[in-house]
């Protein structure tokens, strides 16, 4: 049976000080985890997560998701243990491989290689373990090691990805598997299969935008969709988009109309990728996914239409009518 838990995810846009307020808030309402994005061209992930450590004493956190070409594992290895220091415990560490990275001139070669080895050096050095690492890609000296003693020997690895090769890693090594940017319950099992594991935990988040205007919430969750569209909508293979859709959103989008590219995207389509619409309408979306197997559903960015409004949406009312359903 899923264990129905809940968390937020904020990209990581915002004002010093909003984190904090926002994830305290959630903690709170009752959410169990907390992660920042890892987007090309925002704030890196650690600053925010370092003050929502240092504002909450329960929720889990960490980034989803930092990847091995634009950061180095033995950087990866610093930020999270030193985020697991400040959060006394509570860090955990998502690798993906990373998105729009050919925009600032990074090739992407062999992603499940560099996945992986970045996982097993980040392992390493936390551990404490200095026998050396002779990756494929990645070196590490024998009698190398961290100067400073981690809280934890090892912290939860979170895998973010779709493709059956990615999920597949994820089922042999992490603790959980997360795809971000989909909200559709027909995939859930297509995931479960590609992991061919039980023990990991399937993790789904997507836009969110809740609020009592549906028509206001649905209009700003298709504009935010409309950003993302054309990285994810190929990777669902039980979904079929209307012929040249991709590409006139893509155009519309690039043009600077995330709007008029977000009114391109029918009802059907927009509710396999975000959720969005009333409380009630938000809490009987996550229910099915929780239905379809999902572990835990990830409240993404911008959550309603201010994100404060939205997360005080998500907490009073969407997780009390989601406890009436059976969980979390």
């Given at each position: ?17 909003e984190y ?69 415990g ?16 990074i ?32 070196k ?82 298709r ?7 054309a ?45 969005s ?52």
């Amino acid at each position: 049976m899923s264990k129905r838990e809940v968390g937020l995810a904020f990209q990581s846009d915002k004002a010093p000080g909003e984190y904090a307020r926002l994830a305290a808030a959630g903690e709170a309402y009752g959410v169990d985890r907390v992660s920042v994005y890892g987007d090309l061209m925002f704030q890196p992930p650690i600053g925010p997560l370092l003050e929502i450590a240092s504002a909450t004493s329960r929720v889990r956190l960490g980034p989803t998701c930092l990847n091995p070409y634009s950061l180095h594992p033995y950087e990866i290895a610093g930020q999270i243990a030193t985020l697991d220091l400040v959060s006394q415990g509570r860090a955990f560490l998502g690798l993906s491989r990373g998105a729009w990275l050919s925009d600032v001139g990074i090739d992407q070669p062999e992603a499940i290689r560099h996945v992986e080895e970045a996982a097993a050096y980040v392992g390493k050095l936390l551990a404490g373990d200095d026998s050396g690492f002779n990756g494929e890609v990645f070196k590490l000296k024998p009698g190398v090691r961290l100067h400073y003693k981690p809280r934890r020997s090892s912290v939860p690895l979170l895998i973010g990805g779709w493709g059956p090769r990615i999920l597949a890693l994820a089922g042999g090594i992490a603790a959980e598997a997360k795809v971000g940017g989909s909200a559709n319950p027909e995939l859930v099992p297509i995931v479960r299969a590609r992991l061919a594991s039980e023990d990991v935990v399937v993790v789904f988040g997507a836009v969110t935008v809740v609020d009592e205007d549906a028509e206001a919430a649905r209009s700003l969750a298709r504009s935010e969709v409309a950003r993302y569209l054309a990285v994810v909508a190929d990777l669902d293979p039980t979904t079929q988009l209307p012929l040249g859709l991709t590409d006139q959103v893509r155009s519309r989008v690039e043009a600077g109309d995330a709007h008029g590219a977000g009114l391109m995207i029918p009802d059907e389509i927009l509710d396999r990728f975000a959720i969005s619409g009333t409380p009630e309408q938000v809490a009987a979306h996550v229910a099915t996914l929780f239905d379809a197997g999902v572990d835990r559903v990830e409240f993404g960015t911008p959550h309603g239409l201010t994100s404060e409004r939205g997360v005080e949406l998500i907490g009073s009312k969407v997780l009390p009518l989601l406890r009436l359903m059976g969980g979390p």
